[in-house]
């Protein structure tokens, strides 16, 4: 009997029969071979449906949520600091707007099916729509930030975070100011935000496109493949400088002398020293657009001075950022980890940011061409996530899954319809209350339902108690009971709860 996987084999099969234009007969063998195992499969096929989420998915517990509810909390606590704005876009776009955006990425674009008349595509990224959303409004001033799910058709690696459907946090400003000082602020954000979830030590590195453009003008790389050498040199932090090299040589077709020039320079990386140093390089100094870049990577790094975090900003001649809009400073954040004692360099864990300046991507939106620069930042939360979730295993902290402040519970029998009316006082006075949906629960059973899921109060309606106006109210934690009027008791939970 044919299984799925074999089925699978056919089609390969019959799929390069069809691109090596094999003979007529031969195809059509293969294909009524494909048929018969369909048929064999048939409704054997339907029975061994798999109750899974697709390839590169996945769902989210409530005790994930709650991790993940706490990581966007910090991040958007940041992003209003700073004063952004919030919009939204559809998460699917005519395929046209995503088209030639993303350079060698591209392909990486999920295209959906023709709903009649229209061709679209799922949203790469956010900052594309971003784009066409200032383009189409004539917006030419914005601070805003945006967080979304974002698709592509990636090779999933879900241990290290990388789906093909995952969020992006996104902040960006738009419009015309005075150099590096925006630029420094998205840098900032970065910081703020990567401190205040105290992942561990980061470092951000930190290049400009023309830098990197002049170096490829200066080691003899030809206009035409400056984008695609640049695709190859972002690989540098996965893949080591030999088998970059090769790429560029072998499959790209790069002079060895020309990539062996660029090699000098993508090892190298500082902060203020370097750039000096670069400023006074007899070959790069006398290309026009990486002095312009240097310049402005001497300002970016004194704004960075003052702001008082130079010490994790990294000038990186290596970093590349393989994206086809970014024209200016780009810079991407890794977390870092000391091998041993003995090694100074530290070691990258992965990117868990990453952002640039894009002044051209709004001009091609727009019919008059007009162009609104702009700079932004992306984090990257399903890693971040990732780390945290694997944080929270190691610390076994326990996670509370819900909010609710007080249960609300019965000490004898026949006491529902009293516990039903407290509850909805406490509803209406603004407390998350919960009760157990039972006539008649045991007592230690309510108790053992907060144990469970850490609802830091309980409050006891009984017989006693409505007769004085009060409820027992009890800490969870310390067994302490004491009695409040009914009428102070929303007032009383709040107290308590607003010190836990």
Known sequence: MADEAAVREQADAVRRLKQEKAEPDEIAKEVAKLLEMKAQLGDEGKAKFVLKTPKGTRDYSPKQMAIRERVF?????????????????????????????????????????????????????????????????????????????????????????????????????????????????????????????????????????????????????????FRTICSSVDKLDKMPWEDVRSEMVGEKGLSPEAADRIGEYVRLHGGLDLIEQLLQDPTLSQNKLAKEGLGDMKLLFEYLTLFGITRQICFDLSLARGLDYYTGVIF???????????VEEPVSVGSVAGGGRYDGLVGMFDPKGRKVPCVGVSIGIERIFSIMEQKVEASAEKIRTTETQVLVASAQKKLLEERLKLISELWDAGIKAEM?????????????????????????????????????????????????????????????TSQS
């Open 332 to 342: 991407e954040a890794v977390l870092v980890q000391q091998e041993n004692e003995h």
């Open 436 to 496: 157990l949906y039972k006539k008649n629960p045991k007592l230690l059973n309510q108790l053992q339902y907060c144990e469970d899921t850490g609802v830091p109060l309980v409050a006891i309606v009984g017989e006693q108690e409505l007769k004085d106006g009060v409820v027992k109210l009890r800490v969870v934690a310390t067994r302490e009971e004491v009695d409040v009027r009914r009428e102070n008791l929303a007032d009383e939970i709040k107290t308590r």
């Open 73 to 225: 909390s910090t991040i958007v606590t940041c992003f209003k600091r700073h004063g952004a704005e919030v919009i939204d876009t559809p998460v699917f776009e005519l395929k046209e707007t995503l088209t030639g955006k993303y350079g060698e990425d591209s392909k990486l674009i999920y295209d959906l099916k023709d709903q009649g008349g229209e061709l679209l595509s799922l949203r790469y990224d956010l900052t594309v729509p971003f784009a066409r959303y200032l383009a189409m409004n004539k917006i030419s001033t914005m601070k805003r930030y945006h967080i979304a799910k974002v698709y592509r058709r990636d090779s999933p690696a879900t241990s290290r975070g990388r789906y093909r459907e995952f969020y992006q946090c996104d902040f960006d400003i738009a419009g015309q100011f005075d150099p590096m000082i925006p630029d420094a602020e998205c840098l900032k954000i970065v910081h703020e935000i990567l401190s205040e979830l105290q992942l561990g030590d980061f470092l951000i590195k930190v290049n400009d496109r023309r830098i990197l453009d002049g170096m490829f003008a200066v080691c003899g790389v030809p206009d035409s493949k």
